[in-house]
């Protein structure tokens, strides 16, 4: 599944050398990639064209492993899970299906998941947190307190990876904040954007990954963050890849390169870049300038007059 690109060129020394730059190909073909829309991980351009981390990360392999690639939403908007018979939906059945190549999105890597698709070196580690609108947060510092109340509602994706290993955690508290969502299923939501929407209109508190939560709280200034505290929810994010693909080697070591030589970091600034701590300190600043110019003012007055 790989072809050797060679360049002839002649040395001073009149010596024939060989270079072989190795690509990987499919038979003449673009890679065929299915996605689901979650900024900042993937998102839609004004001309309809998939944009955002992961789009740029992609395009990064690609340049790497040159290889060409299309791209087409799931078709049926979700993740991927399994339903009662053992049949995934979303994004996993399109791999196992061998419609797609590869899956590309803030994709977790999950047990079950694992039944059906391989996946990549992770590209990005993250936790649980906690999303809450900061005029609903009172004392509520920590998952245990979130448990412990029953002013705000909360819940997390339907079909995420994070409700289905909150399903099969051992801990008390998750536990109950587990049996909590179950019991009414307004407290699931379809998609980030709509648990993001809840917590800003509702008293409504929204769990899901990390950065995740990072990214929401960076766009909207009234919401904030509760971290976990005690590590329930290790995970990492990859690129999936149908079961026994050739092509999982190449796309390792190319996550491998761009993590080691700081690319990763890099797309990851351009994307989570604070917002609401940059108006903070511009605000601050504002009202420095503005304190130091009527200072400057009154003195200005005082030896003039």
Known sequence: ???????????????????CVQTLDN????????????????????????EGFTIDLLKEIAKILKFE????????????????????????????????????ADLTIGEIRQRYIDYSEPFLDLDLSILINKKNIGNITSFEDLANQTRIRYGTI?????????????????????????????????SREEGVQNTLNTEYAFIQESV??????????????????KNYYSRQYAIGLQKGSPFKPEFDRAIKQLKSDGT?????????KTKCLSGAV???????????LIASALISYILFN
């Open 69 to 104: 690639y299309t791209l087409y939403p799931s078709p049926d908007d979700r993740y991927g899970a399994t339903d009662s018979k053992g049949k995934p939906s979303g994004m996993i059945q399109e791999l196992f299906m061998r419609r797609a190549e590869f899956a590309i």
């Open 282 to 292: 511009t605000a601050k600043l504002d009202i420095i300038t503005t304190i130091s």
């Open 212 to 229: 995740a939560n990072e990214y929401a709280a960076d766009q909207n200034c009234e919401l904030t963050i509760i971290h976990d505290k």
């Open 27 to 50: 038979d003449g073909k673009p890679l065929r990639g299915v996605t689901i829309v979650s900024p900042p991980f993937v998102m839609k351009s004004r001309d309809n064209q998939f």
């Open 158 to 190: 339907r079909e995420g990876e994070t409700y289905r290993s909150m399903s099969m955690s051992s801990d008390p508290t998750i536990i109950r904040i587990n049996n909590y969502i179950y019991s009414n299923a307004f407290n699931l939501v379809n």
């Open 264 to 272: 990763v970091d890099k797309l990851k600034r351009r994307y989570w």
């Open 1 to 19: 599944m790989y072809a050797n690109n060679c360049i002839i060129s002649t040395a001073i020394i009149l010596t024939t050398i060989v270079m």
